[in-house]
């Protein structure tokens, strides 16, 4: 791996809940790629159990950020902006639904909880690229993490369908508005990974065991060749791809 592939450039990572994140994962392979990082925690609940995870990367900024709170987003990018006024990629990976509503059938989940999810999972995004823009002087790009339910019905997956699907949607979208300022949206769909956010689906282990046996590799992907996609996809080597959604699954969804 080019250590100084992403040498000077500033990367805010949100998302990292422990070692098993996909965010952390991310985080993991662009430090390693030489990127000035920015990570946040939930609240001061959170604080201490990231602490351990994200201590050793060595983060030039580190700031709570309850996508709920427009204060922290606010105060999130107000730090950026002192602290390096120049933004160069931006990484969402958050994801949530009320667990009642996650696990029953979709058609009798909540309207208090459906709002959520699709606040948290998709319209924060909108609403930090919106921050990240003026910071992106000279473009940039921005992930977000989607999933195959996102285009067939995956069993269990339920209120996150729908969800992803509008979180897809939505970087298309974003990826044509954006492109005139040069910043790229990509939305990344890892195959199943076991992260703490996972453990909420009902029979995960089920889907991981059929992604295995199903895909042309046979394999599973982890959080770190999900982190190895978005750091090429972040540097010049994909300078023309926006607006996509980028499998990461050992093939899983054309078989799927």
């Known amino acids: ?20 994140s996909i965010a952390y994962g991310c985080a993991h ?8 990082i920015a990570l946040t925690y939930l609240n001061d609940k959170a604080k201490p159990f ?9 983060p030039d900024i580190y700031e709570r950020c309850d ?9 999130l990018f107000m730090t950026i902006q002192s602290k390096w006024n120049q933004l160069d990629i931006f ?3 958050i994801a949530f639904a009320p667990k009642e509503d996650l696990q029953g059938p979709i058609i009798e989940s909540s309207k208090k909880g459906f709002l959520l999810a699709m606040d948290i999972s998709c319209h924060s995004f909108m609403r930090m690229a919106n921050f990240a823009k003026p910071l992106m002087k000279n473009g940039g790009s921005m992930f977000a993490m989607s999933f195959y339910g996102a285009e067939k019905v995956v069993e269990n997956y339920n209120l996150m369908g729908p969800v992803k699907a509008a979180l897809e949607a939505s970087v298309r979208y974003m990826a044509v508005e954006l492109g005139q300022n040069k910043i790229r949206v990509i939305a990344i769909s890892p195959g199943p990974v076991n992260t703490r956010a996972a453990s909420g689906l009902s029979k995960f282990d089920e889907l991981m065991i059929k992604a295995r046996e199903k895909s042309p590799l046979q394999t599973l992907v982890d959080i770190y060749d999900v982190g190895a996609m ?4 972040a540097s010049d080597h994909a300078k023309n791809v926006t607006g996509d959604t ?5 093939g899983y969804h054309i078989v799927g």
């Open 1 to 20: 791996m080019d250590t100084k592939l992403l040498a000077g450039k500033n990367a805010l990572i949100v998302g990292i809940a422990n070692e098993d």
């Open 29 to 36: 392979m662009l430090k390693q790629v030489g990127a000035n």
């Open 67 to 75: 996508v709920t709170n427009d204060n922290d987003i606010k105060n």
């Open 246 to 250: 980028i499998y990461i699954d050992g």
């Open 91 to 93: 990484i969402h990976s």
């Open 50 to 58: 990231v602490d351990k995870t994200v201590a050793h990367l060595k």
């Open 230 to 233: 978005v750091t090429f996809l």
